[in-house]
């Protein structure tokens, strides 16, 4: 049984910037694709962003992309969300999600695509 443990969440003011962790155990680490996911209130769960097993690839949302970094070590079992000029539209609960494969497909921003989640940490940007 994996289990996911997100931190780093917290309130800020726009254009601030944050990192997630998301520590992992109970699995092989090394061998899970991981994924980023938030959720704001009164809505869906989104995708947010995806990394393989060994980092070597990377997938965003656009909403995104270019302002957050998605990055793994896999020494410490812990995946990484590097969130810069972050905006209130950013204001949501963060989920960190793993996959029982190594890669994703083109269908990576499908949350039923993982099959692990944390229990999501607080993001809230001010403006």
């Known amino acids: 049984q994996v289990q996911l443990v997100e931190s780093g969440g917290g309130l800020v003011q726009a254009g601030d910037s944050l990192r997630l962790a998301c520590a992992a155990s109970?699995?092989?680490?090394?061998?899970?694709?991981m994924g980023w996911f938030r959720q704001a209130p009164g809505k869906e769960r989104d995708f947010v962003a995806v990394?393989?097993?060994?980092?070597?690839?990377?997938d965003y949302a656009d909403s995104v992309k270019g302002r957050f970094t998605i990055s793994r070590d896999n020494a410490k079992n812990t995946v990484y969300l590097q969130m810069n000029g972050l905006k209130p539209d950013d204001t949501a609960v963060y989920y960190c999600?793993?996959?029982?494969?190594?890669?994703?497909?083109?269908?990576?921003?499908?949350?039923?695509?993982?099959?692990?989640w944390g229990q999501g940490t607080q993001v809230t940007v001010s403006s």
């Open positions: 109970g699995g092989t680490f090394s061998t899970n694709a």
């Open positions: 999600a793993a996959r029982m494969l190594p890669t994703y497909s083109s269908n990576y921003f499908s949350t039923t695509k993982y099959d692990y």
């Open positions: 990394i393989n097993w060994n980092g070597a690839m990377t």
